[in-house]
């Protein structure tokens, strides 16, 4: 099975921040990833597919980038609806999520 | 509007069973496959399987395997998930999730659009 490891597992920054999370792949997954953010007690919501392509309606600060093992999710200026959970998902053999990586504030 | 609804939080004794439904609206039910996905408490996402709600076919997760039952009724464009032999490790929230697909440069990628707003499952004797 394709393991996703993401790092890192939480990190502080402030409004306006440039974040970046990084997720890699235990083997190639093409570009067969997805980016995901979750809230606490809300559902996850799918922000980036095919590793860069951004969903409809997700701000333009987000965006994605990576190819065979590794991937990076970046926010390019950090606002207060943005502190959540981030996850990785890949789809390329099966289906497995990032352990996941939280933003709090700094 | 396209949404996911979920039935209601249940509380279970290890060994029984449970079945989550998911009923779907807005859309065409049996157009996309439908997920399952997990979240302990305190723990991050896990993907438990799907069906594809037009043929009735599923793809499970190896670790649930034996244990994990998706169904479906298009009459009611309700898809279900049933676990058994519940152990307390069983205890999270439960998410239905709708499929969807694009197709960029002749290849079909792949995601999670629309979810339902979770189901509580506790097991606890």
């Known amino acids: 099975a394709i393991q996703m490891t993401q790092s890192p597992s939480s990190l502080s920054a402030s409004v306006g921040d440039r974040v970046t999370i990084t997720c890699r792949a235990s083997?190639?997954?093409?570009?067969?990833l997805g980016w995901y953010q979750q809230k606490p007690g809300k559902a996850p919501k799918l922000l980036i597919y095919?590793?860069?392509s951004l969903q409809s309606g997700v701000p333009s600060r987000f965006s994605g980038s990576g190819s065979g093992t590794d991937f990076t999710l970046t926010i390019s200026s950090l606002q207060p609806e943005d502190f959540a959970t981030y996850y990785c998902?890949?789809?390329?053999?099966?289906?497995?999520f990032g352990q996941g990586t939280k933003v709090e504030i700094k | 509007q396209v949404q996911l609804v979920q039935s209601g939080a249940e509380v279970k004794k290890p060994g029984a069973s449970v079945k989550v439904s998911c009923k779907a609206s807005?859309?065409?039910?049996?157009?996309?496959?439908m997920h399952w996905v997990r979240q302990a408490p305190g723990q991050g996402l896990e993907w438990m399987g799907w069906?594809?709600?037009?043929?009735?076919?599923?793809n499970y997760a190896q670790k649930f395997q034996g244990r994990v039952t998706m169904t479906r009724d298009t009459s009611i464009s309700t898809a279900y998930m049933e676990l058994s032999r519940l152990r307390s490790d069983d205890t999270a929230v439960y998410y239905c999730?709708?499929?969807?697909?694009?197709?960029?440069?002749?290849?079909?990628?792949?995601?999670?659009?629309?979810w339902g707003q979770g189901t509580t499952v506790t097991v606890s004797s």
């Open positions: 999730a709708r499929r969807c697909q694009w197709e960029l440069n002749g290849y079909y990628y792949y995601g999670m659009d629309v």
């Open positions: 807005g859309y065409t039910f049996t157009g996309y496959y």
């Open positions: 069906i594809n709600p037009n043929s009735g076919g599923t």
């Open positions: 083997q190639g997954i093409r570009n067969d």
């Open positions: 095919a590793a860069s």
């Open positions: 998902l890949q789809d390329y053999n099966s289906w497995t």
